[in-house]
């Protein structure tokens, strides 16, 4: 359920260097000892892994309404960051850093645990920067910051369904731990929706699919797929009812339980359809600008990497205009991984076509 990620590599060209050589060499061996190593992974480990390709950073960082945003945010709110003192929580390639520098912040602490921390450096030194923005390699609840406070905590740190891989919570650590008290966190306010789309035709690829495999009963992968919300592109048009606001979060007063939670809906047709799944998207808003900035992961929003998050239902719903599906949803941690989200949906209709009440479990991994 992860982003894709590229491999590939390519073989040094002829009539290079003997020292190059042996430096490939070198790493080779260093390679081979983080593969031998490889055993003693946690789940947490295989998270900051994944953040040492560079293919994840290509991605979002060519998501320009993601990138576009923070920069604007940055350069046209110069009076949050000039000859302030920076915290980039988990700082990727180290583009939020950079923009901060050039905002003219006094320094830009940029933490990221992955190996693209190193990259990060290099790519902070070739810039010009390295007197402006140090780079901290290491788990943000491990490191020690060589001065007391920051003024800013910037961070990129939403997932799929805005809390996959739990990011929110390092950077409230981070915030507990070093921000001064009129200091401010950017983002600042976070939303999470809901909506109900007809999906009768994907839903039959991915879903229905299992029910007849070449002749064969493979109903037990259906239950498993069911289980698994999907993130994709959802069309504008495919949407049936009203768009629901299930939470929202202040970054800068919340605390880490608050990420658990239940929330009641109610959606409404604005159409006569099916409705084969619901829809999750979030919204983020940096409230502290000149004038309100952020921008939507919703449907009818310019797409995003993040796409939305589709939970696809047991039932059918025959649906008629201004008939409403009621429910709940509760979203928590997972208790052995808390990087993974656990939602448990309850729905209920009573339309002119058809009544249901269900509850179904959905886990994000």
Known sequence: MGRRRKSGGASPAEGEEESSQTKMETEEEEEEEVIRSGDDKTSADYY???????????????????????????????????????????????????????????????????????????????????????VLKGKV??????????????????????????MLNTVLYARDK??????????????????A??????????????????????????????????????????????????????????????????ASFKLIAERTDYIHALVAYFDVSFT?????????????SKSTHWKQTVLYLEDVISICEGEAIIGSMTVEPNKRNPRDVDIMLKYSFNGQHCQMSRTQHYKMR
């Open 288 to 300: 502290k600008c000149h004038k309100l900035m952020g921008f939507s992961t919703g449907p009818k």
């Open 48 to 134: 900051f892994d994944s953040y040492s390709h560079f293919g994840i950073h290509e991605e979002m960082l060519k998501d320009v309404v993601r990138t576009k945003t923070y920069q604007n945010v940055i350069y046209q709110n110069s009076f949050l960051f000039k000859d302030k003192v920076v915290l980039d929580v988990g700082a990727g390639t180290g583009i939020l850093s950079l923009f901060c520098a050039k905002s003219g912040a006094k320094h830009v602490y940029a933490i990221e645990c992955s190996q693209m921390a190193d990259m990060a450096k290099e790519i902070v030194r070739v810039n010009g920067l390295s007197n402006v923005i140090t």
């Open 141 to 166: 609840e491990e490191i020690e910051l060589p001065i007391a406070n920051v003024d800013v905590i910037i961070s990129e740190w939403m997932g799929y369904f805005l809390l996959f891989e739990n």
């Open 197 to 262: 789309i007809e999906d009768a035709e994907y839903k039959d690829d991915k879903i229905e699919f299992w029910d007849n495999v070449y002749g064969f009963n493979m109903s037990c992968i259906k239950k498993q797929a069911m289980m698994e919300p999907l993130v994709d592109t959802v069309d504008p048009n495919q949407i049936v009812t009203n768009s629901q606001l299930l939470k929202t979060m202040d970054i800068s007063k919340m605390s880490p339980g608050d990420a658990s939670f239940t």
């Open 178 to 195: 070093w921000l001064v008290n009129d200091g401010a966190v950017l983002p600042d306010k976070a939303a999470l929706y809901l909506t």
